[in-house]
C-alpha cells in the first residue's frame, strides 16, 4: 500500500491529501459540535451547508500556505509552521462565516474546539504519513528535523541547494542543525518538483537562478547531486560560475559509499569538477593481465604517478610489489600507506636506488625475479630540468636505458614506460630526453622479443608535484595576484587515478615497441581555468572592467623551456584500440646500431659536463626539438 503510495504522480498525491483534509475537516466540525454539547450532533437546516462547506474554505485557504507544494517525506519545521498559520486562518474565517450564515448561532467555544482539532489532524496526519514514507522511520531524527537552532539565521551564511533529491534532503537537514548554515532553497532540474516545497523550503528552476539568488541572497550553493555525470556537474558548474556565490558540492556516490550526508563531505569545486568528461569502465582482464599473481617493480615509486600505481597495483593482487624510489622520505611515505591497506597475502619491498645505479637495479631484478616493471622514475619540471640540463639527460634517457638493459638481461617480460605529451616535438629538454627514452625502448625492442616494451603517452595530471592546481588555490586563499604565464597558454588534463588505471590497460595491450596514447579530452585554457576558480570561489576578478574586482591575475611569460600549445602525437597514423580513451601511434624510430653511437656521445658530453654538445646530440637524436629557450643550465659557462 505504502509503495503504491510512493509511485502516484505528483498531482495524483496531491489530490489523496486534499480528499483526505476535506473528510477529516468536516468529521472535525462535526466532533466539535457533539464535545460542546455533550451528544452526537447531527446538523439540520443552515449549518449542513457551513459545515460541508468548510473543505471549500479550508482548501483556498491551504493552497494559499502551500500545504499541497511541500513533498511530506520531507516535510520540515517551516512546512508545520505554515500549517499553523493556515489552519488559524481557516478557524477563524470558518468561524465568520458560520456566525453570519447560522441562524441559531454557533458557540464560540466550538471555533477553539475546531482549531485545537485540525490543528492535531492536519499536522499529525502529515508527521505520520512522512514517518510511513521515509525510508528510515526514526523519530528522534524527525524531531531534530523540526528544532530551530539557536544561533540567529541572520548571521549565519544563506546557502541554496542545487539538487532536492534525497543527497539534497539529507543535506539541508544536517545544514539545518549547524551553527554556520541557513539553507533557503532548492534548485532541480525536475520539472515535477519546481513550484513544490521539500522541508520547508521551494525548489526553483535552474532558469530563475539569477533571480533566485539576489532574491534570497545566496552566499553558497552547494551540488548535492552525487549520482550526476562529470557532464552533468560541468554544465551546472558553468551555470552558477557567472554569479557571485562559492560553489561547493558533495562528491560522487562511488565516495558517497555509506549513503549518509554530512556538512563534512561538502567539498570545493576541483579541477576534476571541470573536465567535464566522463570516465569509461575498465576493462578488469587488462587491469590484472601483466600484474595478478606476478612480481612487479615501480621505479619512481614515491612520485605523483608512481605512488597511485602502486595503489591501484596493490589491489590487483601481485605476488610482490617492489618499490623503488631513490628519496627516502617518498618511499617511507609510500611503504607506510601500502602496509596500512592491507596486503592481500602479498610480499611488499622497499628499495632505496636511483635508476642510474645500474648494479643495483641488476641486483633488485635478479633477487626477486620480476616479471613486470613500471619506469615512472623521471625528472619531469619543465624548468628545472632546463636549469639542470645533464643531470635530466642522465636520468630520464640513461636511467631508462638502465632498467631497460637490466630487464632484458634478467628475462622481465612486460616493461612500461610512463611518457609525457612533452615528448612530441619538444622545446624543451625535459621533453627531449623523454622522447629519446621512447626512442630507446623502441630500439632495444627491435632487437630482441623476450621483453614487451609499451610506451604510454599522455599530458598534465591533477594534483601531481609542481601542478598549477595547488598553486592557484594558495594564491587565491592569499588574496592573489594568480600568475598565469601566458594568456594563450592551453593545457589537457586527466585526474591521476584516471591515467593510472589507462596506464596499465595500455601496457596490457603492447605487443612491443608500442607506443600508446591518452585520449586527454579537451584542451583547457589556463587563464580561463584561473578565472574559473577565482569565481568558483565565490570572489571576482580584479580587471579593467572590473577594477574593484577580488583577485588580480598577473601574466608573468612563458618559462625557460614552456610552450603555448602541448600536442600528444607526432604524426597522423593512429588507430584505435578496445578502449575508446587509449589510442596506438605508428611513429618513427631509430635503429639501435644508430642510436647507441649517439648515446656514447651523449654520456661523454655529461661527463664533461659539455651543454653544447649535449644539445646538439638532443636535436641529432630528436629532428622535432626546437628549444624555446638559450642554454640556461645553473653550471653553463659560455667561455
Partial sequence: MINRMIGLSRINKQLVMLFADSVALVLILLASFSIR???????????????????????????????????????GFKALWAIVQAVSLYALVWGAIGFMVATDGIPRSVILINWVLSLLAIGGVRIFARALLSENTNFKFLMF??????????????????GAGDAGVQLVSALSHSSEYNPVGFVDDLKELQGNQITGLNVYSIDAIEGVISKLRVDEVLIAMPSASRTKRLD??????????????????????EGKVSIGDLREVSIKDLLGRDTVVPNKELLSKNITNKVVVVTGAGGSIGSELCRQIVFLKPK???LYEMSELALYTIEKELSNIGMHSMDLYPILGSVNNKTRLTNVFKRFGVDTVYHAAAYKHVPMVEFNNTEGVDNNIFGTLNCAQVAIDTGVETFVLISTDKAVRPTNTMGATKRSAELVLQALSAKQSDTKFTMVRFGNVLGSSGSVIPLFKQQIKVGGPVTVTDVNMVRYFMTIPEAVELVIQAGAMGLGGDVFVLDMGKPVRIDDLAKKMIRLSGLEVKDESNPDGDIEIKYTGLRPGE??????????NVSETDNPLIMRAQEEMLAWDELEPILNDLQIAI???????LRELLIQIVPGFKPQCEITDVLYNEE
Fill in 37 to 75: 454539547l455533550g451528544y452526537w450532533y447531527y446538523p439540520e437546516s443552515d449549518l449542513v451547508w457551513v459545515i460541508f462547506g468548510a473543505p471549500v474554505v479550508a482548501s483556498i485557504i491551504f493552497v494559499r500556505f502551500g500545504l499541497y507544494r511541500a513533498v511530506i517525506r520531507y516535510i
Fill in 145 to 162: 528535523n523540526f528544532e530551530l537552532n539557536g544561533k540567529s539565521q541572520g548571521d549565519k551564511k544563506r546557502v541554496l541547494v542545487y
Fill in 236 to 257: 551546472i558548474i558553468n551555470i552558477l560560475e557567472s554569479y557571485p556565490v562559492l560553489v561547493r558540492m558533495l562528491p560522487g556516490v562511488a565516495e558517497l559509499a
Fill in 320 to 322: 610482490a610489489l617492489i
Fill in 563 to 572: 610552450k603555448l600549445y602541448e600536442e600528444l602525437l607526432i604524426g597522423d
Fill in 607 to 613: 661527463t664533461n659536463c659539455d651543454q653544447k654538445k
